[in-house]
């Protein structure tokens, strides 16, 4: 059974970092797409990151480009989103997902309907 969980959300100042972690478990991962999304209150669920396993493909979304990154580490099964200089607009709640299918790229991977598996979800908030 697939399993994945976040970590790393909390409370930050405008320009602030943190680094969210997503750990999977329960199957191999290197043929899938691991996608971080967030959701605002009011708001849809949006794609902010994304990358192939295998091969370590990424895309961003523009309103993150050039301040997050998504990376995964092989030996602990884990994608990570590092946040940089953060603003209030970041605030949302932030779900790693994964496609099983690995083979849908962007803007495919921009819809939350083609993840198979989803975590719990991570609260980021970004005080002005």
């Known amino acids: 059974q697939v399993q994945l969980v976040e970590s790393g959300g909390g409370l930050v100042q405008t320009g602030g970092s943190l680094r969210l972690s997503c750990a999977a478990s329960?199957?191999?991962?290197?043929?899938?797409?691991m996608g971080w999304f967030r959701q605002a209150p009011g708001q849809e669920r949006e794609v902010v990151a994304a990358?192939?396993?295998?091969?370590?493909?990424?895309y961003y979304a523009d309103s993150v480009k050039g301040r997050f990154t998504i990376s995964r580490d092989n030996a602990k099964n884990t994608v990570y989103l590092q946040m940089n200089s953060l603003k209030p607009d970041d605030t949302a709640v932030y779900y790693c997902?994964?496609?099983?299918?690995?083979?849908?790229?962007?803007?495919?991977?921009?819809?939350?309907?083609?993840?198979?598996?989803w975590g719990q979800g991570t609260q980021v908030t970004v005080s002005s």
């Open positions: 990358i192939r396993w295998s091969l370590g493909s990424t």
């Open positions: 997902a994964a496609d099983r299918d690995g083979s849908a790229w962007y803007p495919i991977l921009k819809n939350s309907r083609i993840y198979d598996y």
């Open positions: 329960g199957r191999t991962f290197s043929s899938y797409t």
